[in-house]
Nanobody, 115 residues
Framework: QVQLVEFGGGLVQPGGSLRLSCAAS????????MGWYRQAPGKERELVAA???????NYADSVKGRFTISRDNAKNTVYLQMNSLKPEDTAVYYC?????????WGQGTQVTVSS
């Protein structure tokens, strides 16, 4: 089993920045994909960014140029640096670990962008 714990959510003004982290523990395999998803009230959960163990990345069009995903394989941790935040970025952000048929999710961390 894999456990994922997210940190770094909070309240920030438009244009501000936050850095999320997700620490994975348990039966971690070296080759995997980790990512950040978000879900706003009344909307479906959507991909924000994903990164493979070789650091290949993929971003939603809405966050390109503003968000950066990275990982530290030695620490089994994935990060999401969020800059130039907008009110529409407000959502619960979830960390995901994926290896083949194994799929685990964190509990989520709230990000609120408001003045």
């Amino acid at each position: 089993q894999v456990q994922l714990v997210e940190f770094g959510g909070g309240l920030v003004q438009p244009g501000g920045s936050l850095r999320l982290s997700c620490a994975a523990s348990g039966s971690i395999l070296s080759i995997n994909t980790m990512g950040w998803y978000r879900q706003a009230p009344g909307k479906e959960r959507e991909l924000v960014a994903a990164i493979t163990s070789r650091s290949n990345t993929n971003y939603a069009d809405s966050v390109k140029g503003r968000f950066t995903i990275s990982r530290d394989n030695a620490k089994n941790t994935v990060y999401l640096q969020m800059n130039s935040l907008k009110p529409e970025d407000t959502a619960v952000y979830y960390c995901r670990y994926l290896h083949g048929l194994v799929d685990y999710w964190g509990q989520g961390t709230q990000v609120t962008v408001s003045s």
